[in-house]
């Protein structure tokens, strides 16, 4: 069965919007297909659901699409450019629901991205007792909202890093 998420993404700094299709190539490694957006985040123009339509390849997507989660939260991006390494730091994590339910995470989510070997920063974080796991934010976001969904893959980060808005005040 062929999965893929379907996303627009704005980025605050730069003020585009881009309409990302992510799906797995054949080793099961995540591939970006994405185009510029303009309009509502939550709204697809006829170009756009072409573009899904060209990468999904599946028809009937374009018209069961509708907005289930928003997700919000402040990005840094670090670069060793000599190891082509780089990592975000992703804090303040807010994901709410087609309800106007949220979740916060208590912490901060590190991604390293680069070679398949760890980097400076893997290690570092591994000597002050952090140990990888493996997250998405939509996933888990969906989860902690919505019992009824399947969520064991994410229950432990869940359980540990999430918590509802309204329990703690933001």
């Known amino acids: 069965r062929h999965r893929y998420k379907i996303r ?3 980025y605050v700094e730069s003020g585009l919007t881009m309409l990302e299709v992510k799906t797995k190539d054949g080793r099961g490694r995540t591939v970006k297909h994405r185009i510029d957006h303009d309009g509502a985040p939550d709204a697809l123009s006829p170009a756009d659901q072409r573009f899904v339509l060209d990468v999904t390849g599946d028809d009937s997507v374009v018209e069961l ?17 000599s190891a082509g390494v780089r990592a975000t730091v992703d804090r303040d994590l807010v994901c ?12 901060v989510i590190i991604e390293t991205k680069g070679l398949a070997d760890a980097c400076l920063i893997d290690r570092w974080l591994w000597r002050n007792g952090h140990r990888p796991h493996r997250i998405s934010k939509c996933s888990a976001g969906l989860g902690a909202l919505q019992p009824a969904l399947p969520s064991n893959k994410w229950r432990r980060v869940i359980d540990r890093h ?3 808005v309204d329990d703690v005040g933001y």
């Open 96 to 107: 709410t629901d087609s309800t106007g339910r949220s979740v916060g995470s208590n912490g």
């Open 8 to 10: 627009t993404r704005q």
């Open 65 to 81: 699409l509708a907005p289930v989660l928003t997700t919000r939260y402040t990005r840094t991006t670090l670069v060793q450019l």
């Open 162 to 164: 999430f918590v509802m």
